[in-house]
């Protein structure tokens, strides 16, 4: 499996950017004979991120099989997020110094997309341990991680889906480590997966359908948690 993992370049004034730590962690410990991992940066800018990205995609030797974007927010653990919200607000510039206040990021597109790997089952298969790392998340925020998983659940043609990490300001090199096994574990078993027509719920409604549906006693804890988090 080939997949491109994106990170942010370092905002606000700070010198790092604790999603490219942990994306090099993550391609330097992974199992290449089940997951070829590729890095790309993307700027901290509404838009010019996911153009970056997409870029970044196109110029692949090898196609990728999904995307995996990166970035940091809080402090303590693995956010895995479940969907994009088409609304951008600022809460401080990007790194073109734009601010947004609530600003449609696509006229006339649904109000959020649910992400389309299956984090759900890859969720499942975490250790106890691991899960300690890990939180099951309804908002990647309203900023440009927010911007650049909206418009990729939108506009590519892939597997994607969006993980934050703790930011650099607050978190070290043991927590760093811990993090990224979490997500070593959840790509790697991406690869077990089919990964097509897959959807995570978006809507406080579906994830009430899914609870209702067939599925595993482990994927209806992480659907209960999420309904929670609504």
Known sequence: ????????DPFGGKPTNNSEVIAKLIADTIDTSKVRIT???IPTVYDKGFEVLRDCIHGLDKPADAVIS???AGCKKLKIETRGINRDKSYGPDNDGIERNNTTIIPNGPESIGVTLPIDKAYCTLSAEQKKYAFISNSAGSF?????TYHALDK??????????PAASCTNEKRNNAIAD????LIESLSTFNLLDTSIPATIGEVKDRLTGEITTCEESFYKILKSEY
């Open 1 to 8: 499996m080939n997949i491109l993992i994106s990170y942010f």
């Open 39 to 41: 890095l790309c940066q």
């Open 70 to 72: 990166l970035g940091e």
């Open 144 to 148: 440009v991680c927010n911007n650049t």
């Open 156 to 165: 590519l043609d892939l597997p994607y889906t969006f993980f934050h990490v």
């Open 182 to 185: 979490v997500a070593v574990k």
